[in-house]
């Protein structure tokens, strides 16, 4: 491979002389002399496929036209991308193209960014011998949650069906019947539905496929464009927000993004845009009198706060404080935070609000394209797929395209492509090929103790990459910026603070007078659901910044109206340590103040000076040059409190698992996508199921030490093992955190289908 | 009269399908010879010289196709390919029901000669019967221990495994047929790769036609000789063509290769009584037609080609001064329209567009331009597929296009004349 790469061929396209590594396609190596073939079926990320024949060119010597899109480079070939001959060509394929193609233009999303427009104006004849009838096929058709399908305007290039195939790994669309009455549908007659569907709407080069969202809403001429980053999870794709009077109405893949997201965006981050004018959204601090909220001022709402950390700080000492989340705010921002608390003696600092214990891969961190090109790649902990999509398509690409070998430890979820599925760390590591010289290792960051196991069982002389796929987007940044108890910014040394876990013990003994959450939602996502209720209930002071009245929001007296990633600016740090700009292509609703400019009031009531915003970001810089020196699962990381979990004799352990359209934030609060969110449901092993009678599509009530989780949706799963029940994490209907961890669970009703009652 | 009986020899006086009338005729004295005493090099060497070609349409030389096999360690497949589907083509059909044992041991000879250890049939689904009748043969002949593990104490083994299609004329096409045997769409794949190196499964794969593998049987026992003495310089052997059409006796006739067509028709019957010849298509419903000047021809290969047409895969179809050439046309392009498995451009909706405006020449409804359109856009959507499929639509449709205009031009609108 590496020979062929350096070895060049010499040719000719249309005239100009260009050498090209051997093996080129023709389609490619005219792009060198900036000349462009007409396309549908070929895409640089899928290959040829050879169905369109629209790529028609001549090469000398050759008497029939070729297609460009499947036809290598040769020694002294000489091409023609444009001549009468290959016009001629082009413009019957047009024809041919057109002959059932609906005259749906003006009602069509696509129009004015169509391939078929676009390359009718450029190559067509502008006329027609058709005398017939078009061939009339479904329109409108509800292809699942998030897609409606014309297979009128099909052109057949099979590209969303080899994405799903070769992509996704899921190959759920396929061609159906033949010839002209062939049609795009799922194999299966079920919905179409996984974590990355949109992209097809961008594959389509056609108005065939499109989204629901953006179904009949604009032209794209009429659409503000802003390259940004998406920040709903912590892979960090390049994307751009389309946004028309001031509405955000869909975002595109950055083609190029070759670094990162591989020109694909997953449906979170694609579709997960329609909360910014929620009617739900907070736009006015709210202050709990008694049990309920008044709007008060931003001034009242800066001075009360200001007030309740002095008075803290004078009666009990800096200790006395402590502050949340960092994970979604921007690297300026939560820099800002940890800056300001330190500055008053707060030590209690700690971005983790969830499960999660670290977020920095440390000294072994790879890059994504390192993640493509391992051997092996194990993945410990929960699911890539629903915890960094995106990412998760490069180890499909990594198994399905090099071969890499995939063992996934204890997996919650199927994987769709080939995988060695253990249950602990020690077979894991016996299951890696002998002759892998390159392992990445995924983690969650939650199990620090099975992680540094994991480690320690890897062969020696082999390279070892490690990622750590993040809770909140910018958890990575938040953790290099110094929200940390033991970390200033760049993993500094700090004087110790208390991390979430002892804050959280403290607060519940009274020994914490003001909390600040920013941008995080413990009440949901820490493991100890019951712990963070009593603490926050325990603290006379708790004040959240919040999009929407989150079940933290709900336990807070103060609530702070926050900006979403699309109002501000700013940079965010990725999984894999890219500093990425986060650019606003929205305005944010009057009394909505992002984090940074609420730190800056608040500041400016303490008397404390922050550093200005040119110091502010050349910190951030230094922070995250710093090479970080520790590995997977460092002591610095660990909590205070790890339990051990052990296999109940009586009863369930909650095991949770993620799931990208969860939480009860954005997610919650955007009417597009509710048909996406996951279902209430518990997942049991067959063998439980047996046990308990229960089978899925039963209900079931869940109780442990006098807590109760009630009418879960029950769904039977091959290999979850026994013992273990699993949730979803972050659903507010039902909190995953509901009980405390560790708890044994019993399970005391089962509503069978038909509703009958049983007592378990 | 030329006819022989090779491949057709006892079809019609004993009960081949029984394992034993077909050994005490010879049956599997072959196979058993090839695997006590000859190498696959042997095998190939063969079906290489004895000019044997491929008898599924295209005519590749069987040896040389299966020499592109590249010498790696991976497994190897066998796969006949039974969907005999083409508009005229009824010789595998019968040799599947009537000498299945012959086919067998066709499919284990090549098999062998490949050094695979697991051959496939693709039997098209329409024939129910002669997939039963193969089944019971090739169980008579695992219960014989000609099939399965350690096949006459040599240590080599082969499994034969028989699947059935749904009835897609698509499925005939090599790579359409593999990805069909692998559950998938039944639609040719991009090439390059070649079966030969990426094939079923993705293993290197030789597809062979129902009477090319029996070919290989005689071959064995008469020696690559007796078979390149018969033929044409580069047409080799015999060949089973199916006569149809305007004769008196259609049917599957035997004949050496090079035979001339006028004696074809002949061996068929003839025409009925006081019809004339207009036409034959000589290969199948993809072929183009030839006429009165080329009745003379040796019916081969090259000879086919060079007079416009193609032998093909034997389909032999005459048509005599009955016939509406217009009808004829208007039935081929539909079939081919809808046997398209629709995934290029030209193929899909230029055949689409031919039949529709074809039907319209059928009710009479004929537009002058659209004499002009049948032959641009017929002419312009060949070459450009992805497979054969959609280059067969043209070469009848243009013969009789050019040959028999006014049968067109009478299909034309009649413009009304108001007085
Ligand atoms: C549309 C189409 C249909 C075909 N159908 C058949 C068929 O039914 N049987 C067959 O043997 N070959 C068929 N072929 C030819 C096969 O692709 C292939 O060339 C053949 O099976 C090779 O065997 P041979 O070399 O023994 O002829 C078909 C080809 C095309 C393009
Ligand atoms: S729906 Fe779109 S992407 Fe899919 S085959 Fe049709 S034109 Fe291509
Ligand atoms: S993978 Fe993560 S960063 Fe990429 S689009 Fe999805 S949510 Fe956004
Ligand atoms: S030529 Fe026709 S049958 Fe062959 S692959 Fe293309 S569309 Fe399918
Ligand atoms: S782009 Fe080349 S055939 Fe479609």
New binding site residues.
């Given amino acids: 491979m590496a020979d062929n790469a350096a070895e060049l061929v010499s040719l000719t396209i249309d005239g100009v002389p260009l050498k090209v590594p051997k093996g080129t396609l023709l389609v490619e190596a005219a792009k060198q002399i900036k000349q462009e073939i007409p396309v549908y079926c070929y895409h640089t990320k899928l290959g040829p496929a050879g169905l369109c024949r629209v790529c028609l060119v001549e090469i000398e010597g050759t008497p029939k036209l070729q297609i460009a899109c499947n036809t290598p480079v040769a020694d002294g070939m000489v091409v023609r991308t444009q001549n009468a001959k290959v016009d001629a060509g082009r413009a019957m394929i047009l024809e041919l193209l057109l002959v059932n193609h609906p005259l749906d233009c003006p009602v069509c999303d696509k129009g004015g960014e169509c391939d078929l427009q676009d390359y009718a104006m450029a190559y067509a004849r502008g006329t027609s011998d058709l005398a017939d009838p078009k061939t009339s096929k479904p329109k409108g058709v509800d292809l699942g949650p998030t897609i409606v399908l014309d297979e009128e305007r099909c052109v057949v290039c099979q590209r969303c069906v080899r994405f799903d195939d070769i992509i996704v790994g899921d190959p759920q669309l396929v061609l159906k019947d033949r010839g002209v009455r062939d049609m795009i549908a799922t194999a299966s007659g079920d919905p179409y539905r996984h974590n990355f569907t949109g992209n097809v709407t961008e594959l389509c080069p056609v108005g065939a496929l499109t989204s629901k969202t953006y179904r009949f809403k604009s032209r794209p001429w009429d659409l503000d464009r802003t390259q940004t980053t998406c920040t709903q999870c912590s892979v960090g794709c390049q994307m751009f927000s389309d946004v028309r009077f001031g509405v955000p109405l869909r975002t595109m893949s950055v083609e190029h993004d070759d670094a990162i997201s591989d020109g694909w965006l997953c449906d979170r981050g694609r579709y997960n845009i329609g909360f910014y004018d929620a009617k739900e959204r907070i736009t006015q601090p709210l202050y709990k009198r008694g049990d309920t909220f008044m709007q008060i001022s931003w001034d009242d709402a800066f001075a009360l706060w200001a007030r309740a950390i002095t008075d803290a700080i004078h009666l009990s000492g800096p200790q006395s404080v402590g502050t949340i989340g960092g994970g979604r705010l921007t690297n300026e921002e939560a820099y800002v935070a940890q800056y300001l608390f330190r500055a008053l003696g707060v030590n209690n600092l700690d971005w983790r609000a969830g499960r999660q214990r670290q977020a920095t891969p440390g000294s072994r961190g790879g890059t994504l394209a390192d993640l493509e090109r391992a051997n092996a790649i194990v993945v410990l902990g929960d699911s890539p797929a629903d915890r960094a999509p995106v990412l998760d398509l490069r180890i499909r690409k990594a198994v399905k395209r090099a071969n890499a070998t995939l063992v996934r430890v204890a997996p919650l979820d199927v994987s769709p492509v080939p995988s060695i599925d253990v249950v602990d760390v020690a077979q894991a590591a016996a299951a890696l090929p002998a002759t892998a010289s390159s392992i990445a290792v995924v983690w969650d960051g939650i199990d620090a103790a099975a992680v540094e196991r994991l480690l320690d069982a890897l062969p020696e002389n082999v390279t070892v990459r490690t990622y750590i796929t993040s809770e909140q987007g910018n958890a990575r940044g938040a953790e290099t910026m110094g929200m940390h108890p033991r970390f200033a910014p760049g993993f500094a040394a700090a004087e110790n603070g208390l991390d979430t876990e002892a804050m959280l013990a403290a607060a519940s003994d009274g020994a914490l007078a003001v909390l600040s959450i920013f941008g995080a939602n413990p009440a949901l996502r820490h493991p100890n659901g019951p712990l963070v209720r009593a603490a926050l209930a325990k603290t006379p002071f708790v004040v959240v910044s919040e999009l929407f009245m989150t079940e933290s929001a709900k336990l807070a007296t103060l609530v702070l109206p926050a900006k979403g990633a699309f109002e501000k600016n700013g940079t965010t740090l990725n999984a894999t340590g890219d500093a990425l700009p986060v650019n606003a292509s929205l305005q944010a609703p009057e009394g909505v103040l992002s984090d940074l400019e609420m730190l800056v009031g608040l500041a400016e009531q303490l008397g404390v000076n922050l550093p200005a915003q040119e110091a502010v970001h050349a910190a951030v810089i230094e922070a995250i040059a710093q090479a970080p020196a520790f590995d997977l699962g460092d002591h610095a990381f660990r909590t205070r409190a790890a339990q051990a979990a052990t296999i109940p004799a009586d009863g369930l352990r909650v095991a949770v698992h993620s799931n990208v359209f969860a939480g009860d934030g954005t997610s919650a609060h955007d009417e597009r996508i509710v048909a996406l969110r996951p279902l209430a449901e518990a997942l049991l092993s067959t063998d439980d199921a047996k046990v308990y009678g229960v089978s899925s599509g039963d209900r079931i009530d869940l109780e442990a030490g006098g807590l109760t989780l009630h009418n879960l949706s029950v769904a039977v799963r091959a290999g979850i093992a026994r013992g273990t029940l699993v949730l979803v994490d972050g659903l507010a209907t039902a909190p995953a955190n509901s009980f405390a961890p560790g708890a044994v669970v019993r399970v005391v009703h089962v509503r069978k289908g038909d509703s009958t009652l049983v007592e378990a | 009269m030329p006819v022989v009986k090779v491949l057709t020899d006892g079809i019609g006086e004993v009960d081949l399908r029984s394992i034993d009338v077909y050994r005490s005729r010879g049956g599997y004295v072959q196979w058993e010879r090839a695997v006590r005493d000859l190498t696959p090099a042997a095998v190939l060497e063969y079906a290489d010289k004895s000019g044997l070609r ?7 030389p ?1 040896g040389k ?1 299966w020499s592109f096999l590249p010498g790696n360690d991976k497994p190897r497949y066998l796969v006949c ?6 508009p005229g ?1 009824f010789k ?1 059909h019968m040799l599947l029901e009537f000498t299945p044992h012959l086919v067998l041991e066709g499919i284990l000879l090549g098999a062998y000669g490949i050094g695979s250890h697991h051959a496939f049939i693709y039997i ?1 689904g329409e024939f129910k019967e002669g997939y039963r009748i193969f089944t019971q043969a090739l169980e008579a002949a695992r219960a014989a221990g000609f099939v399965g593990k350690n096949i006459f104490g040599s240590g080599y083994d082969l499994e034969v495994t028989v699947h059935r299609g749904a009835g897609a ?2 499925c ?3 790579t359409a ?1 593999l990805n069909s045997l692998e559950g998938k769409r039944g639609e040719p794949r991009l090439k390059p790769p070649f079966p030969a190196v990426a094939g079923l499964y993705g293993m290197p794969t030789v ?4 009477e ?2 029996a070919y290989l049987v005689p071959i064995l026992k008469n020696g690559w000789e007796w078979f390149a003495a018969v033929g044409t310089e580069r047409s080799k052997g015999y060949k089973v063509v199916s006569i149809s059409g305007h004769v008196q006796r259609p049917g599957n006739y035997e004949v050496p290769v090079g035979t001339p067509v006028r004696e074809l028709i002949e061996i068929a019957g003839g025409l009925r009584p006081g019809r004339t010849f207009k036409a034959v298509q000589p290969g199948g419903g993809s072929s183009a037609c030839i006429f009165d000047e080329h009745l003379d021809l040796p019916y081969d290969y090259e000879s086919m080609a060079k007079a416009g047409s193609m032998m093909g ?1 034997g389909a032999f179809v005459v048509f005599d001064d009955t016939t509406d050439f217009v009808k004829a046309a208007y039935n081929l392009v539909r079939f081919f329209a809808h046997e398209s498995c629709g995934q290029c451009t030209p193929c899909r909706e230029g055949g689409h567009w031919l039949e529709a405006v074809l039907e319209r020449f059928v009710h009479g409804r004929g537009l002058r331009s659209d004499l002009d359109m049948l032959k641009r856009v017929s002419s312009t959507i060949t070459g450009l597929n992805l ?3 959609g280059d ?1 639509i043209e070469p009848f449709l243009k013969s009789v296009i050019n040959r028999f205009p006014e049968q067109f031009e009478g299909k034309l609108i009649k413009e009304t004349v108001t007085a």
């Fill in positions: 491929g008898r599924g349409g295209a005519g590749f069987t196709k390919n039974c969907d005999e589907a083409e083509t595998d098209r004329y698509i005939g096409e090599e047929l597809v062979n036609n129902v090319t593998l895969s497979c054969a499929l067969s």
